[in-house]
C-alpha cells in the first residue's frame, strides 16, 4: 500500500464517523481525536472502519499509531 492509498482509506474512514467541513481543514500532524472531537466510540468506530478498509486487524495495541493522519497512514503502509 502506498502513503496515499493510506491517507485516501484514513479520509474514507473517518468521512463515516465525522463528516463535515473540518476534514477540508485537517493537516496530516493533527491530533485526530481532539480536532475532530471524537469521543472513545467515535474513534472505535474510526478503528473499525479502517481495519475493515485494510482488511487487517487493528488491536487496541495498535491506537497509538493512529493519532494523526501521518502516523495512521505510517502504520497502514508498515503493517502489509
Known amino acids: 500500500m502506498t502513503p496515499d492509498e493510506a491517507q485516501e482509506m484514513i479520509e474514507e474512514a473517518l468521512q463515516e464517523i465525522a463528516p463535515g467541513p473540518v476534514l477540508n481543514e485537517l493537516r496530516p500532524d493533527d491530533d485526530?481525536?481532539?480536532r475532530l472531537?471524537?469521543?472513545?466510540?467515535d474513534f472505535l468506530n474510526f478503528?473499525?472502519?479502517l481495519s475493515d478498509r485494510?482488511?487487517?486487524r487493528i488491536d487496541e495495541d495498535d491506537y497509538p499509531e493512529l493519532v494523526t493522519i501521518e502516523t495512521a497512514a505510517k502504520f497502514l503502509c508498515t503493517r502489509e
Do not use: F
Request: proline share 0%; hydrophobic share 45%.
Open 47 to 49: 478503528v473499525e472502519a
Open 54 to 56: 485494510a482488511g487487517r
Open 37 to 41: 472531537e471524537l469521543d472513545s466510540l
Open 32 to 34: 485526530l481525536r481532539e
